[in-house]
Protein backbone atom coordinates (compact mmCIF):
# COMPACT_ATOMS: atom_id res chain seq x y z
CA UNK A 1 0.00 0.00 0.00
CA UNK A 2 1.16 3.46 -0.94
CA UNK A 3 0.89 6.13 1.61
CA UNK A 4 0.50 10.41 0.81
CA UNK A 5 0.78 12.47 3.78
CA UNK A 6 -0.32 15.92 3.18
CA UNK A 7 -1.81 18.86 4.76
CA UNK A 8 0.67 20.18 6.45
CA UNK A 9 1.67 23.92 7.14
CA UNK A 10 2.52 26.72 9.50
CA UNK A 11 -0.25 27.59 12.52
CA UNK A 12 -0.07 29.56 15.80
CA UNK A 13 -0.88 28.45 18.78
CA UNK A 14 -4.65 27.43 19.72
CA UNK A 15 -4.95 26.97 15.94
CA UNK A 16 -6.11 23.76 14.09
CA UNK A 17 -4.81 21.19 11.32
CA UNK A 18 -6.23 18.19 9.48
CA UNK A 19 -3.74 16.18 7.96
CA UNK A 20 -4.99 13.72 5.44
CA UNK A 21 -3.04 10.42 4.82
CA UNK A 22 -4.12 8.88 1.09
CA UNK A 23 -3.74 5.57 0.54
CA UNK A 24 -3.19 3.27 -3.04
CA UNK A 25 -2.37 0.27 -4.01
CA UNK A 26 -3.71 -2.71 -1.77
CA UNK A 27 -7.14 -3.12 -0.13
CA UNK A 28 -6.98 -0.21 2.42
CA UNK A 29 -9.82 -1.35 4.18
CA UNK A 30 -7.30 -4.02 5.55
CA UNK A 31 -4.55 -1.92 7.05
CA UNK A 32 -4.87 -0.05 10.72
CA UNK A 33 -3.19 3.54 10.31
CA UNK A 34 -1.22 5.02 12.37
CA UNK A 35 0.38 8.86 12.63
CA UNK A 36 4.15 9.13 14.06
CA UNK A 37 6.16 12.55 14.61
CA UNK A 38 9.61 13.54 14.40
CA UNK A 39 10.56 16.97 15.92
CA UNK A 40 14.03 18.32 14.78
CA UNK A 41 16.62 16.29 17.06
CA UNK A 42 14.22 14.10 18.42
CA UNK A 43 13.31 10.71 18.04
CA UNK A 44 9.99 9.52 16.22
CA UNK A 45 6.83 9.32 18.41
CA UNK A 46 4.02 7.74 18.22
CA UNK A 47 0.67 10.32 17.84
CA UNK A 48 -2.59 8.34 16.80
CA UNK A 49 -3.95 5.06 15.35
CA UNK A 50 -6.68 3.59 14.21
CA UNK A 51 -8.37 0.29 13.49
CA UNK A 52 -9.30 -0.82 9.77
CA UNK A 53 -12.45 -0.76 10.36
CA UNK A 54 -12.90 2.19 12.47
CA UNK A 55 -13.95 0.81 15.35
CA UNK A 56 -10.89 1.13 17.62
CA UNK A 57 -8.36 4.30 18.23
CA UNK A 58 -5.45 5.42 20.27
CA UNK A 59 -3.87 8.29 21.08
CA UNK A 60 -0.95 9.11 23.01
CA UNK A 61 -1.00 10.94 26.05
CA UNK A 62 0.32 14.50 24.79
CA UNK A 63 -2.63 14.75 22.31
CA UNK A 64 -5.77 13.00 23.51
CA UNK A 65 -8.16 15.35 23.22
CA UNK A 66 -6.99 17.82 20.97
CA UNK A 67 -6.56 15.29 18.02
CA UNK A 68 -8.90 12.93 16.44
CA UNK A 69 -7.91 10.59 13.76
CA UNK A 70 -10.63 9.31 11.50
CA UNK A 71 -10.82 7.13 8.79
CA UNK A 72 -13.03 7.21 5.35
CA UNK A 73 -12.62 3.28 3.74
CA UNK A 74 -14.67 4.76 0.78
CA UNK A 75 -12.07 7.80 -0.04
CA UNK A 76 -9.18 5.30 1.09
CA UNK A 77 -8.11 8.27 3.16
CA UNK A 78 -7.27 8.21 7.03
CA UNK A 79 -7.37 12.15 8.81
CA UNK A 80 -5.89 13.65 11.82
CA UNK A 81 -7.65 16.44 12.94
CA UNK A 82 -5.43 18.56 15.38
CA UNK A 83 -6.94 21.57 17.83
CA UNK A 84 -5.61 23.86 20.01
CA UNK A 85 -2.07 22.88 18.49
CA UNK A 86 0.99 24.36 20.77
CA UNK A 87 4.92 24.80 19.77
CA UNK A 88 5.52 21.72 20.84
CA UNK A 89 3.30 20.07 18.42
CA UNK A 90 5.94 20.97 15.51
CA UNK A 91 7.29 17.99 13.78
CA UNK A 92 6.94 16.16 10.72
CA UNK A 93 4.16 14.23 10.71
CA UNK A 94 3.73 10.55 8.59
CA UNK A 95 1.20 7.92 8.32
CA UNK A 96 1.88 4.82 8.05
CA UNK A 97 0.18 1.18 7.66
CA UNK A 98 0.10 -1.80 9.82
CA UNK A 99 -1.97 -4.84 10.15
CA UNK A 100 -3.05 -4.33 13.78
CA UNK A 101 -3.46 -1.35 15.98
CA UNK A 102 0.34 -1.00 16.76
CA UNK A 103 1.29 2.23 19.43
CA UNK A 104 5.23 1.15 18.41
CA UNK A 105 6.19 1.95 14.77
CA UNK A 106 8.64 -1.29 14.74
CA UNK A 107 5.18 -3.15 13.45
CA UNK A 108 4.58 -0.40 10.75
CA UNK A 109 5.77 -1.48 7.18
CA UNK A 110 4.28 1.11 4.97
CA UNK A 111 5.13 4.85 5.36
CA UNK A 112 4.39 8.17 3.71
CA UNK A 113 6.97 10.44 2.92
CA UNK A 114 6.02 13.18 5.76
CA UNK A 115 4.03 16.48 5.99
CA UNK A 116 5.71 19.59 8.14
CA UNK A 117 3.41 20.91 10.62
CA UNK A 118 5.01 24.21 12.51
CA UNK A 119 3.13 25.49 15.52
CA UNK A 120 4.29 29.09 15.99
CA UNK A 121 3.82 30.67 19.46
Known amino acids: VQLQASGGGLVQAGGSLRLSCAASGRTFSNYAIGWFRQAPGKEREFVACISSNGGDTYYADSVRGRFTISRDNAKNTVYLQMSSLKPEDTAVYYC???????????????WGQGTLVTVSS
Open 96 to 110: AASGETYLSSNYYYW
